[in-house]
């Protein structure tokens, strides 16, 4: 990547700089923020969106991405997909469903059961979504 | 055998890699044969070396047999000779067993099979396939060996520790590997080496194969033996690191007392773990094993396609030049093993189907796993239809490769009941899954690494290798090797576990001891007609014919180096191609066949 | 050995990459590093989700000032290696140089400030076994420091016996530290992921 003269170098050391002090200002941000001590989905959200906005420039002006080929994109696109696949899937599995249950889960009642608790299935099918986290967590190996 | 009159000698002008002719010093023993940059060295260093191993992780499963088919019984001959870990009076013990069954898993996939068909036959045959002088990091290549090689002295120095090696299968799964034997810190620290290696080898693989081919050579006139080894390398590259995440995790659990890996509450031997002596005391808890499980499967089924690709490039060259047609759907094949090589990332959960995944991403599993074996079935189908009205040559590469294919379809077939959620409940951790995987690799990639060999050991050495006894190599190891895993589907079929010390423990066992005692005597057979392939692979090296520079008549650009076997910097000029890779039996030329290089 | 044989596209970007060798390399080799750090933080993803009790990093006594301190080190040293990469582009080989010192200044100074906060845990008695949180900082920092190092190692020698090249092969230094640069860029991208990740959330 030369420069074609010295205005185009000039303009590319004054990119360097803004780009420092927006990275400074990003970070003065990310910390405030923190202090207001947020709710995790949203501090998560906030937080991840500053990193990615940093990173970002790191990687389009450092790292000159701005200017590199397609070729490029596709080898890094395929690396974030999977990157993406292994910091969502292992974390899915601890969940009984993603979303898509058109129909609660309703465990089989013997013979005894079923006149006596007419519709009242919530007890037994505890097995879904917040339980199962912590049920992972300890490790029980499942 | 000279094919002088179709093989036009390449370009014209002076030319790089007549090393010999610059004046400069010969090099001296060490940087010619030891410590040697050139990608033909290094390619040989690591075929020798994986060779050695996969012969050691074989005969660690030959004595293994032993206890299988006779279980409790003195093993022959050997069985003295075998350290207090592993055997006591000659009988196996339990940690034996469990070590050397790690072990031979470890060694026959790190050790062997994938330094044989990516470090031996990627570094030697890609570049001269697509005409380079050499890979684009030659240092690089030199480091990757010699990454790989500690990490096998680590590996096999670890079967002499007082406690034995890795004991907890080549899965490694916590919390039974966390509080293993030292022997698996070793096995740790010899992945970390050996993952370094894949690591630097798929960098280079990559750019050399995107980077320096040959003028005319563009991306579809690639053999698709640079293709399977470009995907392959892609597999490497991305799948890798998480395994080396999982061990630096549990080796600080093992070493630091972490708890990536370990729950709270575990109880080992009747005591609390955290009121033992060690590095566990206090032990803080809340991890999760099937963190280790995660992480290991996103590398391992990438890596069991890692292990099978090469095979596939392999066995479509050797089809291709011994038909003396074109391979059949090369398009398909390419799109195929792309698309392959994409989903492999995905699928990794079909070995922990019985983890108590949610339903939800259990089936997410199993529609990826069926959706992968579409891509492995056209490759399988392009192959065959290639030989389909061919003039087949029956060479020994040829017997080789054409056993690959049925033996690869069984495989892969009988991988469909496991990727199956409802049948894994029955099948899994039975034989039926070690006889799924087995004819993938055994029949599957181990024949066409022997395939490999025969085809290219004239271009490697200058000389073929004994056509009889390649015969004979092939039909009985063909027979004993089906007589090995065979059976092992009946047996997991009526229940027998696997990794079992004992094979009688469950009374359902007891019915299908007998195909067990088949599969031991088929496995020391096995072993027997290997020496048929040692020896040829010996003797010739001194006495096989003079070969020439291209016995098969085939067309792609390694059969076109200056000298046979090549020199540093391969051609005498850079080739230009002007053609696709498998130009065979084109009508209106004299011979049949058209190498890639020579002018229209 | 590779004396007598000249590689093709060693200086010279290909036409389908747009890059020479070492640059498709490097990046190549940050996929992989993405892949590894990737599976760290999916590991802190998966075992933060699975322990509800999993305390706030503002809770845990982690030094944010001096952690923000050093994300303003990493940074201004990502800036201090492109510009020394732009001093060579337009032949002031001695700014580069003090470019790269300076880079290398900062980077010390980073693991300086990394003694400081992991020499005030041990002294607390919190090491790696101390929790699951303690486990997964200790690792991802620690392993994060290690290619802070190996980062200076490779610019001590190119602004060292490196730097010879600049003689010979000027666009070949120059690339070296480009490469170097975005391996660098690189390891300032993770800490800017680690920082929130760990200290803030």
Not at chain 1, 33 to 59: E, F
Not at chain 2, 113 to 126: C, E, Q
Not at chain 2, 569 to 588: D, K
Not at chain 3, 184 to 189: E, G, P, Q, S, T
């Amino acid at each position: 990547m030369h420069f074609a003269n010295q205005a185009d170098a000039a303009k590319h050391k004054r990119t360097y700089l803004m780009v420092f002090g927006a990275l400074a200002v990003l970070t003065v941000i990310t910390v405030a923020v923190a202090k207001v001590h947020l709710a995790m989905p949203l501090a998560v959200t906030v937080a991840m969106v500053v990193a990615l906005t940093k990173g970002s420039l790191v990687a389009s002006v450092f790292m000159h991405l701005s200017t590199e080929r397609k070729a490029l994109f596709s080898v890094l696109i395929l690396c974030v997909f999977f990157f993406a696949v292994l910091m969502t899937l292992p974390v899915l599995t601890t969940h009984e469903s993603v979303g898509l249950v058109t129909q609660k889960y309703q465990p089989m009642h013997g013979p005894s059961h079923g006149a006596a608790e007419g519709g009242h299935s919530d007890g037994a099918a505890g097995h879904s979504e917040s339980s199962s986290g912590a049920a992972a967590g300890k490790g029980d190996g499942r | 055998m000279s094919t002088s009159a179709a093989h036009a000698h390449p370009g014209s002008g002076h030319a790089h890699g007549h090393g010999h002719d610059h004046g400069h010093p010969a090099p001296g023993f060490w940087s010619h044969y030891v410590f040697s940059t050139d990608h033909k060295t290094i390619g040989i260093q690591y075929g020798l070396t994986a060779l050695v191993f996969l012969f050691l992780g074989f005969c660690l499963m030959l004595v293994m047999r032993w206890q299988l088919a006779y279980p409790g019984q003195p093993i022959p001959v050997i069985g003295g000779w075998l350290p207090k870990s592993i055997a006591d009076a000659g009988i196996l013990l339990p940690e034996g067993y469990n070590a050397f069954g790690a072990m031979h898993g470890t060694i026959m996939v790190f050790l062997a099979i994938v330094p044989l068909g990516v470090g031996a036959f990627g570094n030697y045959i890609l570049p001269l396939m697509i005409g380079a002088q050499d890979m684009a990091f030659p240092r690089l290549n030199m480091a990757s060996y010699w990454s790989f090689l500690p990490g096998c002295v680590v590996m096999f120095a670890s079967f002499f520790l007082p406690g034995g090696p890795a004991q907890s299968g080549w899965t490694s799964y916590p919390p039974l590997s966390n509080i293993a034997t030292s022997g698996q810190t070793w096995w740790l620290l010899g992945m970390v080496f050996l993952i370094t290696s894949s690591l630097l080898g798929s960098v280079n693989f990559i750019v050399t194969t995107i980077h320096m081919r040959a003028p005319g050579l563009t991306m579809f006139r690639l053999p698709f033996f640079v293709w399977a080894q470009l995907v392959t390398s892609f597999l490497l590259l991305l799948a890798f690191p998480p395994l080396e995440a999982a061990a630096v995790l549990q080796l600080m659990d093992r070493v630091a007392g972490t708890s990536f890996f370990m729950p709270e509450g575990l109880i080992i031997s009747t005591k609390l773990l955290t009121e033992s002596a060690g590095v566990f005391q206090g032990y803080s808890g809340g991890g999760s094993p099937l963190l280790w499980q995660h992480l290991f499967w996103f590398l391992a089924h990438p890596e069991v396609y890692v292990l099978i690709l090469p095979a596939m490039g392999i066995v479509s060259e050797v089809i291709a030049s011994n038909t003396r047609k074109p391979l059949w759907g090369y398009k398909s094949l390419v799109f195929s093993v792309i698309f392959l090589g994409f989903m492999s990332f995905v699928v990794w959960a079909h070995h922990m189907y019985m983890t108590g995944m949610g339903q939800a991403i259990s089936i997410f599993f199993q529609a990826t796993t069926m959706i992968i074996s579409g891509p492995s079935v056209v490759i399988l189908t392009a192959l065959l239809i290639s030989l389909w009205g061919a003039s087949i040559r029956y060479t020994v590469p040829m017997l080789f490769a054409t056993a690959f294919l049925p033996m690869f379809a069984i495989g892969g077939l009988t991988g469909l009941p496991l990727g199956l959620t409802a049948s894994d409940i029955h099948l899994h951790d039975t034989y039926y899954v070690i006889g799924h995987f087995h004819y993938v690799v055994a029949p599957g990639t181990i024949f066409a690494v022997f395939a490999g060999i025969y085809h290219w050991y004239p271009k490697v050495t200058g000389r073929m290798m004994n056509q009889f006894l390649g015969k004979a190599h092939f039909w009985l190891s063909f027979l004993f090797i089906n007589g090995v895993f065979m059976p092992m589907f009946w047996s997991g079929m009526a229940g027998a576990l696997r990794r079992q010390y004992d094979p009688l423990m469950q009374l359902h066992a007891e019915t299908v001891q007998g195909l067990g005692v088949m599969t031991s005597w088929s496995a020391w057979l096995l072993g027997l007609t290997q020496l048929l392939f040692i020896l040829n692979f010996f003797w010739s090296l001194k006495a096989g014919a003079p070969a020439g520079e291209n016995p098969w008549h085939a067309t792609t650009l390694e059969w076109a180096t200056e000298y046979t076997p090549p020199r540093h910097g391969n051609f005498a000029a850079v080739p230009t191609v002007h053609r696709g890779p498998y130009e065979y039996s084109v009508p209106g030329h004299a011979a049949d066949f058209v190498p890639q290089h020579e002018h229209a | 050995m590779s004396a007598t044989i000249e590689l093709p596209h060693d200086v010279t970007p290909h036409p389908i990459t747009g890059m020479y060798n070492g640059k498709f390399g490097v990046w190549l080799f940050l996929a992989s590093e993405v892949m590894l750090f990737g599976a760290l933080f999916s590991t802190y993803v998966l075992l933060r989700v699975g322990n509800p009790e999993w305390k706030h990093g503002w809770d845990l006594g982690l030094n944010i000032p001096l952690a923000t301190l050093n994300t303003m080190i990493l940074i201004t040293s990502s800036v201090t290696v492109v510009m020394a990469w732009y001093s060579l582009q337009i032949n002031k080989f001695d700014t580069a140089r003090l470019y790269l010192w300076a880079t290398v200044a900062l980077a010390l100074g980073f693991m300086v400030v990394k003694y400081f906060e992991y020499t005030a845990k041990f002294s607390h008695g919190i090491t790696p076994k101390s929790n699951l949180f303690f486990a997964i900082y200790f690792t991802m920092t620690g392993l994060h420091g290690l290619h802070v190092l190996g980062g200076v190692v490779v610019f001590l020698y190119l602004v060292g016996p490196g730097s010879r090249m600049w003689l010979t092969h000027p666009e070949k230094y120059t690339n070296r530290i480009e490469c170097t640069g975005l391996y660098w860029h690189f390891v300032d991208l993770v800490w800017i992921f680690l920082f929130p990740s760990l200290y803030l959330l």
